[in-house]
């Protein structure tokens, strides 16, 4: 395992660790969490700017309901089931829960799109050879959403889905990715002419927003043909990421229906999409992306605040509370080890900045700040939130 695997720098970094007697289970470290949280509620905005209503649905639930959206006879050996009385299972995926809330109540055609976003908690009993970090776990939170939608609206949902997955990577710091349409697999469910018009539909509207697409041939999910989003890393590694897929089947198989502009009753079609697809792979990516040096408004902890002496101890916990009500993430690094050696513990932690405090900062209430590049500068206390707003996101 080398330095700038994830597994190295999460170990490195105190970011998580996953146990020999709990395979697959990612146990998420304060700093960790703190990253895991950011990228969450980083995502989270860009879903609410877009429409998408969040919900949250429970992890156990009936066998049945599995078996009756078809997931049962495709991933039965990948679900944990439990004999009860009513036989129970851990949802591997969020879907049919969607589906459920779609059809409490009596929907209209003026509901539509009708977009539903989750950071659903699932689980997938993966075999232990195939588990790898946080790239490949039993347990697992998806970045899921999914619009119920008529077919006039599926060009503009993809072009909706492909301008956030544009803007995000770029944010993030991937300019290079791929798309590929994947077609129908050997084992699916619907007609040849159901697929016919799905895989149509999915390429007419990749090509309508701009997209370059290559085929992979029988990769498509059982009930529908999807857009799959690549990304390539620093080290030119390419990383299957986003995804889009066009569902004719679940809705049907699960009852659901709205009323359509001629009052007859119709059945929607169902988009699923994730920008990530697994919030710890893409951290995984992200990590082994930057080396671990991830992004200021990315990183855990983003100022560390070291003070030269117990003089200004107090000065110390005043500029914490500063970058504090400033939406920051400040952590304090004092003790008894000279300052270069706090200084050189918070560079080995990928901290971006360093605000040393001294005699004089204090009397003059401003903050000394060092960069990971070593470049240093003194900035007055009342406008360090204005100084680093710009590094925000």
Request: glycine content about 8%; overall charge negative; some cysteine.
């Amino acid at each position: 395992m080398d330095d700038l695997d994830h597994r190295s720098l999460g170990a490195r970094l105190d970011l998580y660790h996953i146990q020999e007697d709990a395979p697959g289970m990612v146990f998420w470290h304060p700093r960790g969490y703190a990253l895991y949280r950011v990228l969450e509620d980083y995502i989270r905005r860009h879903m609410r700017r877009l429409g998408y209503a969040e919900v949250k649905t429970p992890q156990l639930m009936p066998r049945t309901l599995w078996e009756r959206s078809g997931h049962w006879e495709k991933f039965g050996e990948a679900i944990f089931a439990m004999a009860e009385e009513r036989p129970m299972a851990l949802k591997p995926m969020s879907c049919p829960c969607h589906v459920a809330l779609f059809n409490m109540g009596r929907r209209s055609w003026r509901e539509l799109p009708l977009r539903y976003a989750e950071f659903g908690a699932c689980h997938r009993n993966e075999p232990s050879g195939a588990l790898l970090g946080l790239l490949r776990t039993r347990g697992f939170e998806q970045d899921d959403a999914h619009v119920f939608c008529r077919a006039e609206d599926v060009a503009g949902e993809v072009e909706r889905f492909a301008q956030l997955l544009a803007l995000v990577y770029r944010e993030l710091g991937f300019s290079d990715y791929k798309v590929a349409l994947s077609t129908r697999p050997v084992e699916r469910a619907g007609s040849d002419e159901l697929w016919d018009w799905a895989e149509a539909m999915l390429a007419e509207a990749a090509s309508r927003c701009g997209l370059t697409y290559g085929i992979q041939t029988g990769e498509g999910a059982f009930y529908g043909p999807k857009l799959e989003f690549a990304l390539r890393d620093r080290q030119g590694r390419s990383w299957q990421c986003g995804t889009i897929q066009l569902d004719c089947v679940l809705p049907d198989r699960l009852g659901a229906s709205y009323v359509g502009s001629d009052g007859s009753p119709e059945v929607p079609l169902m988009i699923h999409h994730a920008v990530f697809g697994s919030m710890g792979r893409a951290i995984a990516l992200l990590l082994e992306h930057y080396g671990g040096a991830l992004p200021f408004w990315l990183a855990p902890e983003q100022v560390a605040v070291a003070p030269i002496s117990h003089d200004v101890a107090a000065y110390a916990r005043e500029v914490m509370g500063c970058l504090e009500e400033q939406g920051l993430r400040p952590v304090l690094y004092e003790g008894r080890e000279t300052l270069a050696r706090r200084i050189v513990a918070a560079r080995k932690m990928r901290v971006p900045l360093v605000a040393v405090l001294g005699r004089s900062e204090a009397e003059g209430r401003s903050v000394s700040l060092r960069e990971f590049d070593g470049a240093q500068s003194s900035i007055p206390l009342d406008q360090i939130g204005e100084v680093l707003a710009a590094r925000r996101h």
